[in-house]
């Protein structure tokens, strides 16, 4: 079956700290990732994707993410939060049966000052 | 400036109404989407569009219905709202093929009493 992990509701740092967002998928084929962010009351904002080729993707605000095919997992990385970057964080894949995304349940990622 | 819209923000309305929620885009693409989100949970895909004259539900069953006469708007009409209609409705475009990134509105928050 086709799905997306994400194995922590709610994942808290301090701020200056590495994070570490995880997500686990399972998908047949080749898979396409996504994170998303997802900040109070408004829409989602697209951080980075993997489609090919190198593991590590860099994306927008100094996010970055680790493919490991072995592992299935696509956790996103920062090497120092910011109280700004407290947000919903999702991850999707894309399926294998419509093409469409599967959705992670999302994690609450807190920034403490 | 392109942009994805969603028009009304917030909208409280009475069991058995017809209710429109309006999505437009001037990104240029060709395909749209519609999300229903629960607070702070996953995103579950509704209906989604290729083009004008093309629409196909998503893996969420829904009373919903959706339109595509023209390339940068897709309304979604619920006929006879009812209280479990109530959630946040998330509309996405994007280019078409498997690899692009969605580009989100800011949300319909809707709730049916």
């Known amino acids: 079956a086709q799905s997306v992990a994400q194995p922590e509701d709610q994942v808290n740092v301090a701020e200056g700290n590495p994070l570490t967002v995880k997500c686990t998928y399972s998908?047949?084929?080749?898979?396409?990732l996504f994170w998303y962010v997802q900040y109070p009351n408004r829409g989602l904002q697209f951080l980075l994707k993997?489609?090919?080729?190198d593991n590590l993707v860099k994306g927008s605000y100094g996010f970055e993410a680790e493919f490991n095919k072995s592992q299935t997992s696509f956790h996103l990385k920062k090497p120092s939060a910011l109280v700004s970057d407290s947000a919903l964080y999702f991850c999707?894949?894309?399926?294998?049966?419509?093409?469409?995304?599967?959705w992670g349940a999302g994690t609450k990622l807190i920034i403490k000052p | 400036e392109a942009d994805i819209y969603q028009t009304p923000r917030y909208l409280v309305i009475g069991t058995g109404k017809k209710i429109t929620l309006e999505c437009s885009q001037t990104?240029?693409?060709?395909?749209m989407y519609w999300y229903q989100q629960d607070p702070g949970m996953e995103l579950h895909l509704i209906h989604y569009?290729?083009?004008?004259?093309?629409?196909e539900k998503g893996d969420l069953s829904s009373e919903s219905t959706v339109s595509r006469i023209r390339t940068e708007h897709f309304p979604l009409t619920l006929e006879s709202a009812r209280p479990s209609h109530t959630s946040q409705y998330l509309c996405?475009?994007?280019?078409?093929?498997?690899?692009?990134?969605?580009?989100f509105g800011p949300g319909t928050r809707l709730t049916v009493t």
């Open positions: 999707a894949v894309r399926g294998s049966s419509n093409y469409q995304l599967i």
């Open positions: 998908v047949s084929g080749n898979p396409y």
């Open positions: 993997y489609i090919t080729g």
């Open positions: 990104m240029g693409h060709d395909k």
């Open positions: 569009s290729y083009g004008v004259n093309s629409t």
């Open positions: 996405a475009s994007s280019e078409l093929g498997d690899g692009y990134e969605q580009y």
